[in-house]
């Protein structure tokens, strides 16, 4: 034990032992700077009061006893030298000359021998002082950054209340003058005006849309989703929906085939914008899909742990333009059909929620395919498959 506790006062550490009237001895050299705390010597074999020259570890000495008492009952066994030891907070304490010193201990056995190693420690105590600097600092960064998301929240949502008043009101409007009997050209007019009325009626539900899915994603903790939804049951209401659609467009709307005995797939996500986002992806296929041709959607359930639905169309397929940047917030490309560059990056946002993942393909045959890829769930809710962990999302 002598060369050990020299070794230590070498290393700048000053080493004290726990004798067993509970008092402390200096054992080894002392290092410089504990000369400087103005302590009168004789320090060896002479007890050294702790609570003038280190009142700190008065404070620490509880959580030192419970380790070495542990490493006593331990070092009872043949041999005798354990392992054991356990650190303090650090600490500040003042020299004659108005110097700091940040030290900190560490209680440890050596033998039978209970000893409190103290480390001056200059370097750890600026670093973690910076570290909490820097961390006071993001503090700051992230509530300005809070503050400004609310309000940006609140301007889109003043903008879009006051854009649905009088939209409504034309929407009412249009309709009841469609129900009139007028010349085919005032008509076909009153038609086009209401068809774009709706558009416009989309496209604030898309703004919405988008800006909740942001706004859910900053909140989220990373902790699981409570909420699950049945996926063939959504692609079956969302295709009931657009039907009309695809029939005006005179494109044929296919959904999957029956399988699973009629069984739900169920996946992790929001009911009401697991919807949206397959209404989306159908939206923009019927959108770009040419006449007497076919969409389909597809779910496949080969992947343990995950579901994966595919809408495919025979359109002209995502321009390389802009495909690098397809989910991104307003891409879109200059073709007249093109919508508001919402959509794509409001269902990116709320599928990686949900831990899944959203791309497209070029299909061989021509066409664009798009998926997404949602974690499956048991009927209890529990992630179906142990091994299916949370990826990070990759973006098509």
Same mark, same amino acid.
């Given at each position: 034990?002598?060369?050990?506790?020299?070794?230590?006062?070498?290393?700048?550490?000053?080493?004290?032992?726990?004798?067993?009237?509970?008092?402390?001895?200096?054992?080894?050299?002392?290092?410089?700077?504990?000369?400087?705390?103005?302590?009168?010597?004789?320090?060896?074999?002479?007890?050294?009061? =702790?609570?003038?020259? &280190?009142?700190? *570890?008065?404070?620490?000495?509880?959580?030192?006893?419970?380790?070495?008492? /542990?490493?006593?009952?331990?070092?009872?066994?043949?041999?005798?030298?354990?392992?054991?030891?356990?650190?303090?907070?650090?600490?500040?304490?003042? /020299?004659?000359?108005?110097?700091? *010193?940040?030290?900190?201990?560490?209680?440890?056995?050596? !033998?039978?021998?209970?000893?409190?190693?103290? /480390?001056?420690?200059?370097?750890?105590?600026?670093? $973690?002082?910076?570290?909490?600097?820097?961390?006071?600092? &993001?503090?700051?960064? +992230?509530?300005?950054?809070?503050?400004?998301?609310?309000?940006?929240?609140?301007?889109? +949502?003043? =903008?879009?209340?006051?854009?649905?008043?009088?939209?409504?009101?034309?929407?009412?409007?249009?309709?009841?003058?469609?129900?009139?009997?007028?010349?085919?050209?005032?008509?076909?007019?009153?038609?086009?005006?209401?068809?774009?009325?709706?558009?416009?009626?989309?496209?604030?539900?898309?703004?919405?849309?988008?800006?909740?899915?942001? #706004?859910?994603?900053?909140?989220?903790?990373?902790?699981?989703?409570?909420?699950?939804?049945?996926?063939?049951?959504?692609?079956?209401?969302?295709?009931?929906?657009?039907? %009309?659609?695809?029939?005006? $467009?005179?494109?044929?709307?296919?959904?999957?085939?029956?399988?699973?005995?009629?069984?739900?797939?169920?996946?992790?996500?929001?009911?009401?914008?697991?919807?949206?986002?397959?209404?989306?992806?159908?939206?923009?296929?019927?959108?770009?899909?040419?006449?007497?041709?076919?969409?389909?959607?597809?779910?496949?359930?080969?992947?343990?742990?995950?579901?994966?639905?595919?809408?495919?169309?025979?359109?002209?397929?995502?321009? %390389?333009? =802009?495909?690098?940047?397809?989910?991104?917030?307003?891409?879109? #490309?200059?073709?007249?059909?093109?919508?508001?560059? *919402? !959509?794509?990056?409001?269902?990116?946002?709320?599928?990686?929620?949900? !831990? #899944?993942? =959203? !791309?497209?393909?070029?299909?061989?045959? #021509?066409?664009?395919?798009?998926?997404?890829?949602?974690?499956?769930?048991?009927?209890?809710?529990?992630?179906?498959?142990?091994?299916?962990?949370?990826? /990070?999302?990759?973006?098509?």
């Amino acid at each position: 034990m002598d060369v050990d506790t020299w070794l230590l006062s070498a290393l700048d550490k000053l080493v004290l032992e726990r004798l067993r009237d509970g008092t402390f001895v200096v054992r080894g050299e002392p290092p410089p700077w504990f000369l400087r705390l103005g302590i009168a010597p004789p320090w060896r074999d002479t007890p050294l009061r =702790i609570d003038r020259a &280190l009142p700190f *570890l008065e404070v620490f000495l509880p959580e030192a006893e419970r380790a070495w008492s /542990t490493d006593a009952s331990r070092s009872a066994r043949p041999g005798g030298c354990t392992q054991g030891s356990v650190r303090s907070d650090g600490w500040t304490q003042m /020299t004659e000359d108005d110097e700091a *010193l940040h030290l900190e201990a560490t209680a440890l056995c050596v !033998g039978s021998s209970r000893l409190l190693v103290i /480390t001056r420690n200059d370097a750890l105590f600026h670093e $973690r002082r910076r570290v909490l600097q820097r961390a006071r600092e &993001l503090r700051l960064v +992230h509530e300005a950054l809070s503050r400004e998301v609310e309000r940006k929240d609140v301007l889109v +949502h003043c =903008i879009v209340h006051d854009l649905s008043g009088p939209l409504n009101s034309l929407l009412g409007a249009l309709s009841l003058l469609q129900e009139q009997p007028l010349p085919e050209k005032s008509g076909a007019l009153a038609a086009v005006a209401l068809k774009a009325a709706l558009r416009q009626r989309e496209l604030i539900r898309e703004i919405l849309d988008t800006f909740a899915a942001e #706004g859910a994603a900053l909140d989220a903790s990373g902790g699981e989703l409570a909420e699950v939804a049945d996926l063939r049951g959504t692609i079956a209401q969302v295709i009931e929906a657009l039907l %009309p659609m695809a029939c005006s $467009r005179c494109v044929r709307l296919e959904g999957p085939p029956e399988s699973g005995g009629g069984q739900p797939c169920c996946v992790l996500g929001e009911g009401r914008r697991l919807a949206r986002v397959v209404s989306n992806l159908v939206e923009n296929a019927l959108r770009f899909a040419p006449a007497r041709t076919s969409v389909r959607v597809l779910v496949h359930e080969d992947e343990p742990g995950w579901a994966r639905v595919t809408v495919e169309d025979e359109g002209p397929g995502v321009s %390389p333009a =802009i495909a690098p940047r397809l989910f991104q917030k307003f891409a879109y #490309g200059r073709d007249p059909g093109a919508g508001s560059g *919402l !959509g794509l990056y409001g269902a990116r946002i709320a599928v990686e929620r949900w !831990g #899944g993942a =959203i !791309g497209h393909e070029a299909r061989p045959e #021509g066409g664009a395919r798009f998926w997404v890829r949602l974690r499956r769930v048991g009927a209890a809710g529990e992630a179906a498959g142990g091994e299916a962990q949370r990826e /990070t999302p990759r973006e098509g």
